[in-house]
């Protein structure tokens, strides 16, 4: 009974991360170091950390929007040019950001892959 009762939460766990890589697969794009570069020129970069990371360090050309200033900050965001995304790594912040952007009605969304911890282009140091 414990057994049948274990494979079955394991495989809850694995159907919830599929579900969760569907749902991130269609609302952005993930991309490597140089398609991210090429795009920077035409998108809006937004470093979704908080202000004191961003200060730290950031992409150079970025914007902070914190994730949980989002939602108040979505009027200073175009929808007819791609917006980029960023955080550490990718995790959660930059995961229900692309979400909540898609739905509202931003058609092209771009994620950093790995986010700023693997970024090799330019940086601003503080």
Do not use: C
Request: charged share 25%; aromatic share 10%.
């Amino acid at each position: 009974m414990v057994t049948w009762i274990l494979w079955a939460l394991i495989l809850a766990m694995v159907a919830w991360m599929g579900y969760n890589y569907l749902r991130i697969r269609r609302a952005a794009k993930i991309v490597d170091n140089t398609e991210f570069e090429a795009l920077i020129r035409k998108g809006q970069l937004i470093d979704l950390r908080d202000p004191a990371e961003f200060h730290r360090k950031h992409i150079l050309g970025a914007r902070n929007i914190p994730s949980n200033q989002l939602k108040s900050s979505l009027a200073a965001l175009r929808k007819d040019k791609p917006v980029l995304l960023y955080e550490n790594q990718r995790g959660q912040r930059v995961t229900n950001a692309a979400l909540y952007l898609k739905k509202q009605g931003f058609s092209e969304i771009y994620i950093l892959s790995y986010g700023l911890d693997s970024w090799k282009g330019k940086v601003k140091n503080s």
